[in-house]
Structures are given as C-alpha cells and as structure tokens.
C-alpha cells in the first residue's frame, strides 16, 4: 500500500531525552517505550552506525535510565512541559541529516492472499479517509490540544508527515532494512 507515515525532516514527535549527546551514550542505559519498535531500531541503528556506540542496557521507560525515548503524545508532553534533560533528540532528524533519505515510521499493508478488487477497494478507501482526514485538520487540531501545543503547531505537526509513500520512501525502507541487518549480523542489536 502506498500509505504509511514517514518524514523528510524532524518527526517532532519521536525524541532520545538524555543527559549527554547520543555520540556519549556508550556503556548508557536507556530507557525505551513499548509503544513502537520502529524508533527503538532506528535508536539503535544510529547508536550503532552513526555514532559507534553500544549502551550497557535497554529498559523499561520507567526504569531508573541515562536516556529515555518517547514518542507520540508522551514525547510532545516531554517537550512542551520543559524536560530536564540536557539533550533532546528528534530521531527523524538525525536519520534525515544522515542518510539525506526520509524515514518511515510505519507503512499500511495488505496481504496478497486478499482478492485485487478488495486490495482496490480498501486503497480507494484510505484514500478517501486521508483527504477528508486532512480537511478536517483545524477540528482535529482543537481537540488536541492537550500537548501544549497551540492549533497552529498541531496542524503543522500533522501536515509535517508524508501520508503517501513514493520511491524516495522506498529507497529509505531499503536502506533502514540493510543497515538493520548489518547491526544484526554484528550482535549489535
């Protein structure tokens, strides 16, 4: 499916808050959310291959930590409420700056074993839901404001994602895929 949710630039929603830069976070704890597994290997990619450096553990979020990463509405809140950590770390810039590449948080799928005409059908579908997701962005937008961030920076926020994904969102999975893999084969992960 050609719908997902990537970035070209910040995500503004996926942070590494920690004490010290993610280039001294060797031999750290850091804490993760259970909420994804897409942030928590692209931590670790970065970690691993832009920064060559291995934390001692990966616990819980909640767990006494050197770094915590959080996404989402915990992430915002984190941000907006005037976090006391020293470092705050989009994810999605730093993969954006490092691979010139935008990074795909998460992509729609359907399985070939569903008829085509029904693939069809459920694509038109999400089509339809994004485009009326999108006009309805100023109402979304006032319902949330619970993260501290005014309508204006909500709206920008959700129009600051790529909902249809392309060849240059492709190529990143690609390359998120290969660069994974090597960590893996490394015992890196």
């Avoid at 204006?152 to 240059?168: D, H, M, P, T, W």
Wanted: glycine share 8%; with cysteine; aromatic share 8%.
């Amino acid at each position: 499916m050609p719908f997902g949710i990537a970035t070209d630039h910040a995500a503004q929603s996926v942070f590494l808050f920690s004490h010290r830069p993610l280039r001294e976070l060797g031999g750290a704890v850091i804490g993760i959310t259970p909420e994804t597994s897409t942030s928590v290997q692209l931590l670790r990619v970065l970690l691993a291959l832009r920064y060559e450096v291995t934390p001692r553990a990966w616990v819980g979020v909640d767990d006494p930590s050197d770094a915590v990463l959080l996404i989402g509405d915990a992430a915002i809140r984190a941000l907006t409420s005037g976090s006391a950590y020293a470092s705050i770390t989009d994810l999605g810039t730093e993969w954006t700056e490092w691979t010139g590449l935008p990074f795909v948080f998460a992509r729609w799928g359907v399985s070939t074993r569903v008829p085509a005409p029904e693939r069809l059908a459920l694509r038109a579908q999400l089509d339809r839901a994004l485009d009326e997701g999108m006009a309805a962005l100023p109402d979304i937008a006032r319902a949330r404001r619970d993260t501290g961030w005014s309508e204006a920076e909500v709206q920008a926020y959700l129009r600051g994602f790529n909902y249809r994904l392309g060849a240059s969102e492709d190529k990143a999975i690609a390359e998120f895929i290969r660069l994974r893999a090597f960590i893996t084969e490394r015992g890196q992960c």
